[in-house]
């Protein structure tokens, strides 16, 4: 996303603006781990801007510098071999005990370990509902957390509020707990503080959908001032 974009947002409704862009990075990133070309572009100094406004939008600045700092210290090659590694370690159950399985199935429950069921039924819904799809080359079920974070943004930016309101309720349920454990399992990591930023979107998200809903309503009442 270009500066440019980032001040039109700013003007147009910063809350959303903040939310639709963080949503749609962090889907990228617990979707598959970062490149070696995404490390670069995202440390470069338009990359780092637009991480430290969306740290800046969501409050949550500590998380965005903790990114950036990491992005920066390591030979982009390096880096990139390395966030595959946690990546996996993480994200992918190799360990079980260590694993922080990023499906909401997987934080229902009692034993929090069954996946699949009633949560990808309903995200299932969801995508109808939103007209989208996953693609053919992706082997995640739907309830996984980078394709609800897509949904989310869509949701936003098609001005869906009440699929967005919906998608956010459903993150508030199991994205605490998440970001709890990934926060004991890698701490000070890369990945503990995307879950900082991800907490704080959904935290911040409510507020974002009540901006958008009161700005529309104010819209709509000049146009009917207008038309009268």
């Not at 991480?51 to 950036?68: I, K, N, P, Y």
């Not at 508030?172 to 890369?190: I, K, M, T």
Request: proline share 4%; with cysteine.
């Amino acid at each position: 996303m270009s500066r440019d974009a980032i001040v039109e947002g700013r003007i147009a409704g910063p809350d959303s603006s903040a939310l639709i862009v963080a949503t749609e990075w962090l889907s990228g990133i617990f979707m598959a781990p970062m490149t070696s070309g995404q490390v670069v572009q995202t440390s470069a100094t338009p990359g780092q801007e637009v991480l430290s406004w969306m740290g800046e939008q969501l409050d949550v600045s500590a998380a965005a510098e903790a990114l950036c700092r990491i992005l920066d210290q390591d030979d982009p090659e390096k880096l990139a071999v390395h966030l595959q590694r946690r990546y996996t370690a993480l994200f992918e159950g190799i360990f079980r005990h260590r694993a922080v399985l990023p499906y909401e199935s997987a934080w229902q429950g009692q034993n929090g370990s069954t996946l699949g069921g009633e949560s990808v039924v309903e995200m299932k819904a969801v995508l109808r509902a939103l007209d989208l799809h996953v693609s053919n080359d992706c082997c995640e079920p739907p309830d996984h957390l980078a394709i609800e974070l897509a949904a989310l943004a869509a949701a936003l930016r098609d001005d869906r509020d009440t699929v967005a309101a919906d998608l956010v309720r459903r993150l508030q349920n199991w994205v605490p707990a998440f970001n709890e454990a990934l926060s004991r399992q890698d701490p000070d990591g890369f990945y503990a503080a995307a879950g900082d930023l991800l907490l704080a979107s959904i935290d911040k998200a409510p507020t974002a959908l009540v901006s958008v809903q009161h700005a529309t309503a104010s819209v709509n009442e000049q146009r009917e001032g207008a038309f009268a």
